[in-house]
């Protein structure tokens, strides 16, 4: 069985005692260094699977030897061990390459916990998962994506905070869960929030969790997305939405690592690497007073920015053979291709909605293609305007089949009432046609892959 060694590089002979035996007790051997100069002769002459650093040295300080450890010893986590309420300090660290830092006084759950997950990026990989430039989650083989999937591959070797800025729908959730996949926390929890979706109202108890009783409603206790997420990764996304009492308790929850659950007077410790994103320009707002600065610098330790869909057409084949195989497996017809041609038209066309679009494009596209190549026609994407939202049921030569439409007076649950609709014009067809699905297409103006795409969604297979 491999012992993991660990470097200790501190002044002060007591601390590197408890860190020593604390480390012992883990079953880690250690090597010890008073100063930078000792520790680089040590890292030189041996290969360690974790180096914990004090901050203040007498020939230098943390942040150089991390620098030094991410140019001749990339492979080596180094956590650098801070001033209590340091934060500055703490980030700096951060960006220098460290994988995470711990405050004095050493909390030593907190330090067992650092440790584990350092030592989880010294563990061999299956042969499976060696190669540099697998696409996995982030499809592609443009220099844009390319370059985004050896960034999150770095990234994931830390556990400073990202902040993940693109437009929407270019895939900023799929970064942040390729970066928890791809990292020492792969096992825990991945929870990702729109912060823009939860009332403001809700926010605390949601976020931190809540006691039985501290609030009509709540009837029993709450974990809250902090502790169900802990041992894992947080990912706030739109996190701009968050109001400004929010913001405080959020960045005191970060700050700390710890949350206290409304109703309760006790603070419960978290082990979360916090992702953000964005579609917001979040320097913008910090200017406008709509954004905490100092939650601002919390977060965008490090920034990571993910291209739109215009900025990388030659992803486009490789991703709509993805989503068209998806869709095809989902509602168990056969899979359908673009033609040259239509792959030409979605190389020119903006997506100002991203792969999100390009997803609501195909599906459409794949329903209302009459066999199994889709044409530039079918994606409907005209001269650049958005696709529209979906086929017509009722088709115009047809309208003996359709009867006028009485809309109910005040508040309607507008998708269920065309849901409603969309089904009596579906079984309407299918019994005049004595459930012929083929001349019931025909009937609704529908393509024969349309009709099987409605009956899966609908539930009336």
């Not at 239509?342 to 903006?350: F, G, N, Q, S, T």
Request: overall charge negative; hydrophobic content about 35%; proline content about 7%.
């Amino acid at each position: 069985m491999t012992t993991h060694t660990a470097l200790i590089v501190d002044d002060e002979p007591d601390i590197r005692d408890l860190l020593e035996i604390t480390l012992a007790r883990m079953g880690i051997g250690t090597k010890t260094a008073p100063d930078v100069g000792s520790a680089r002769e040590l890292l030189s002459q041996q290969e360690f699977h974790l180096c914990l650093t004090d901050m203040n040295l007498p020939d230098g300080n943390g942040i150089e030897l991390v620098q030094w450890i991410q140019q001749h010893s990339p492979t080596t986590p180094v956590a650098v061990i801070t001033a209590y309420g340091n934060m500055d300090t703490a980030i700096e660290s951060l960006k220098a390459g460290a994988f995470d830092f711990v405050s004095k006084p050493v909390e030593l759950p907190r330090l067992r916990e650092l440790v584990s997950s350092a030592l989880k990026l010294s563990q061999p990989k299956p042969e499976s998962e060696l190669s540099q430039d697998e696409p996995g989650l982030l499809l592609g083989n443009s220099p844009h994506i390319k370059k985004l999937r050896n960034q999150t591959r770095k990234l994931a070797r830390s556990q400073a905070p990202v902040f993940i800025s693109g437009e929407s729908g270019s895939g900023k959730e799929l970064v942040a869960r390729t970066i928890h996949m791809q990292g020492p926390r792969c096992d825990g929890p991945f929870i990702a929030v729109n912060c823009g979706a939860i009332p403001s109202e809700l926010m605390e108890s949601e976020f931190f969790g809540h006691k039985k009783g501290s609030f009509t409603g709540a009837v029993e206790n709450k974990d809250g997305l902090f502790r169900s997420a802990n041992g894992g990764t947080l990912f706030l996304d739109e996190v701009a939405d968050l109001p400004l009492a929010m913001q405080v308790k959020l960045l005191r929850a970060i700050q700390e690592k710890a949350v206290r659950p409304v109703g309760d007077t006790k603070e419960v410790p978290v082990d979360i690497r916090v992702l953000s994103a964005t579609h917001k320009n979040l320097p913008e707002l910090v200017q406008e007073g709509s954004f905490r600065q100092d939650l601002f610098y919390r977060i965008n330790v490090i920034e990571l920015a993910v291209p739109p869909l215009r900025d990388r057409p030659e992803d486009i084949p490789m991703l709509s053979k993805h989503i068209l195989d998806r869709i095809a497996k989902e509602y168990e017809c056969d899979p359908a291709t673009l033609s040259a041609q239509a792959i030409d038209r979605l190389k020119v066309y903006d997506f100002p909605g991203n792969v999100r679009e390009l997803e609501n494009i195909l599906e459409r596209a794949f329903t209302l293609c009459d066999n199994d190549q889709i044409g530039e026609e079918d994606l409907h994407l005209g001269n650049g305007a958005p696709a529209p939202s979906g086929p017509s049921l009722v088709h115009p030569e047809h309208g003996d089949d359709s009867t006028s439409i009485a809309v109910p007076e005040g508040e309607i649950d507008l998708e269920g009432y065309l849901e409603s609709i969309e089904r009596q014009a579906i079984e309407k067809a299918l019994e005049a046609t004595r459930w012929n699905k083929t001349a019931a297409a025909k009937r609704l103006g529908i393509s024969f892959r349309a009709l099987r795409y409605r009956l899966k969604k609908l539930g009336m297979e």
